[in-house]
């Protein structure tokens, strides 16, 4: 078949117009909303802050939906999720920050649960037993931002906005103090403990303390710092005497701070100055020596009572300390001796001098020549010597007392050796501690029983001689006094009959041949032999007073 006839019969394609429909208005409604949920979900994104992850030991009270973080008491997000972490160990709080604090969420921000805790500084979060637990949240200064935090696990003790100064203290030992524990400067609160650690070399405590405005102008680079924890009780001349800084240092423990004078004018602190924490007020504030001397003493005694730190004083001035307390062989003897190492202060004693001694005192300060060389004289020429004295008898401390004994053997001091020696002699308390024994002694040898024996015979005795008396008192009343009563009776009846002729008529006086004038006589004879009887009676009492107690004795035939 020709080619041409084939193509002939093969169906041509025609080409159709295609017709443009149009959009029915129903689907418009879709559309619209499609794009407004868009635009609404673009929104949301946009307004919304970051999604933060907050690692916590507990969940405290947290739960989705209800808890809030919250700063200066204002929502700035809310907790979406808790979960326990990946290996059980702790709680992976999720929440949302709203877009107004996202510039807060930096890298050193803090975040904490914010629950009631009762400490014995205080009481804070009184306030979550109506509303319920919340998370804290402090601001930090990076500018880095953030999104998965460490939660601490108790709330910072200095607030958000509060002005002062953060300082490290390093201790050997932490004591009472805990964290919250005040800080005082001149017995006002200026601040608190707000952490601690064990330092990284494990030797000592480092304390983290914060000082708040005002009070934090009085820091400088040579402040000190002291334990006022508990009570501090000290027995001395004046008594007993009680300090302590407040209620709350006594049972919370507690710090206090001020600068020596003789350190005004020292710059502020850096970030890096760590600071030294004194046991006590008296070591805190103790002026740094310029000189010192250190010597050795050897003692062939008790070393019982004496302490490293006890003083060490010339004429009763303070003038060093002990610094070590041991034992030591004597290379002549091979005898066991007591050592005791002290420093000396030559400018505490030098400051004492009077003003007319001023050069002098500059000189031995000065020069250590010349120093040694007025030890020197007041050891071999003026029998300086060291000795042992008891501080307190009560408790039994002693001290090292360098005075002066004129009569002791001459002796010298090697100024050659590190440790010069000064020569000492003994301590009089073991000579007391003899007779005092040597009394107790005696006492016990004394025959109390005897004694009482011859004390009962000596009560009896007395009560003999009483006996005795009262017998011759008896005698006496029976034999002496009727003769004086009868005596006095006469004489009083003869006054009576002096009166009564008295009182007769001046012509019955003056008639001779009156019986009142014969009466008149014999009443004066009467008087006149009464008057007689009595100093018979008075002449043999003054010749034998013994009559009174034996009675008038028996006359003979």
Do not use: C
Not at 315 to 338: F, S, Y
Not at 347 to 362: F, K, P, S, V, Y
Not at 421 to 426: A, M, R, V
């Amino acid at each position: 078949m020709p080619e041409s006839t084939l193509h002939a019969e093969l169906p041509r394609a025609t080409l159709v117009t295609k017709k443009h429909r149009r959009i029915s208005v129903i689907w418009l409604i879709p559309i619209l909303a499609a794009v407004v949920a868009l635009g609404i979900a673009v929104q949301r994104i946009l307004s919304e802050g970051p999604t933060i992850t907050i690692i916590l030991k507990a969940a405290q009270g947290i739960e989705a939906g209800k808890t809030f973080i919250k700063y200066k008491d204002v929502n700035i997000g809310q907790v979406t999720a808790v979960q326990l972490s990946d290996d059980y160990s702790k709680v992976k709080v999720t929440a949302k920050i709203t877009k107004s604090a996202a510039g807060l969420i930096v890298e050193d921000a803090q975040f904490w649960v914010v629950a009631p805790r009762i400490t014995l500084s205080g009481v804070s979060g009184l306030g979550t037993l109506l509303s319920g637990n919340y998370i804290g949240f402090g601001v930090g200064k990076s500018s880095r931002a953030q999104r998965e935090f460490a939660g601490l696990d108790v709330p910072p003790a200095v607030a958000d906005g509060q002005h002062g100064i953060q300082l490290t203290l390093k201790a050997a030992k932490l004591g009472s103090l805990g964290i919250g524990a005040p800080v005082y400067y001149r017995s006002l609160e200026a601040g608190e403990v707000t952490g601690y650690n064990l330092a990284a070399d494990g030797q000592s405590i480092e304390v983290n303390l914060f000082v708040r405005a005002p009070y934090d102008k009085f820091v400088n680079a040579e402040t000190r710092f002291w334990n006022v924890s508990g009570m501090n009780v000290s027995l001395g001349a004046d008594g007993v005497q009680l300090h302590t800084e407040s209620l709350v240092a006594i049972i919370a423990g507690g710090l206090a701070f001020d600068t020596p004078s003789f350190a005004d004018g020292a710059g502020p602190p850096t970030g890096s100055t760590v600071f030294s924490l004194f046991d006590d007020q008296a070591s805190a504030m103790k002026k740094p020596e310029a000189n010192s001397q250190h010597f050795v003493l050897y003692f062939h005694e008790s070393l019982r009572g004496l302490s490293v730190g006890a003083p060490v004083t010339l004429l009763g001035l303070p003038g060093g300390e002990v610094t070590d307390v041991g034992l030591d062989i004597d290379p002549k003897t091979q005898a066991l001796r007591g050592r005791v190492e002290i420093v000396a202060y030559p400018d505490r004693l030098i400051g004492r001098l009077g003003e007319q001694q001023l050069a002098i005192g500059q000189t031995l300060a000065e020069s250590n020549q010349e120093r040694h060389a007025f030890f020197d004289h007041l050891v071999e020429q003026m029998g300086m010597r060291a000795q042992l004295q008891s501080g307190s008898l009560i408790t039994g401390q002693l001290f090292v007392a360098l005075d002066f004994f004129p009569d002791v053997k001459k002796a010298q001091i090697d100024w050659n050796l590190t440790k010069p020696e000064i020569p000492s002699i003994p301590s009089p308390l073991p000579n007391l501690e003899a007779k005092l024994g040597s009394i107790l002694t005696k006492l016990d040898s004394v025959q109390y029983e005897a004694i009482g024996a011859d004390l009962r015979k000596l009560l009896n005795s007395s009560d003999q001689v009483m006996q005795d008396i009262d017998q011759a008192l008896i005698h006496f009343d029976k034999s002496i006094t009727p003769e004086m009563k009868i005596a006095i009776e006469a004489f009083r009846k003869a006054t009576l009959s002096a009166n009564k002729m008295m009182q007769s008529t001046d012509a019955a006086l003056l008639s001779p041949d009156a019986p009142v004038q014969q009466e008149l006589r014999d009443a004066m004879q009467e008087i006149t032999r009464t008057a007689r009887a009595l100093r018979v009676l008075t002449d043999y009492l003054e010749r034998h007073p013994e009559s009174l107690l034996r009675g008038k004795p028996e006359e003979k035939n």
